[in-house]
């Protein structure tokens, strides 16, 4: 059978077995080499509180959060595009 990828659709090395990953939209257990991960910050503190806080000269911290998309779930909610076919194999 021919193969679509070198990778497999995977990243990182030849390591053999990764831990799985739960995907934050579907729930879908996903290698975490195959996952997307995408990291945002979050606010704690709502918009107008924020505008006071900062005048104030109040520091304020925001925490991160990584969320892991499955393939079809990270294109289906634009985190990544797909790419060219004659690119894929690469």
Do not use: W
């Not at 990182?12 to 996903?30: D, E, I, L, N, P």
């Not at 290698?31 to 107008?48: E, I």
């Not at 779930?73 to 894929?88: E, P, T």
């Amino acid at each position: 059978m021919p193969k679509k990828r070198k990778s497999s659709g995977k990243s990182g090395s030849s390591k053999g077995h990764y831990a799985r990953v739960q995907c934050s939209k579907c729930g879908r257990f996903v290698p975490r080499s195959k996952a997307k991960a995408v990291t945002r910050r979050v606010s704690l503190v709502d918009g107008r509180m924020y505008a006071e806080l900062k005048k104030t000269g109040t520091i304020i911290q925001t925490p991160t959060k990584k969320n892991y998309y499955c393939i079809s779930c990270a294109v289906h909610s634009h985190q990544i595009s797909q790419r060219n076919k004659n690119l894929r194999k690469e």
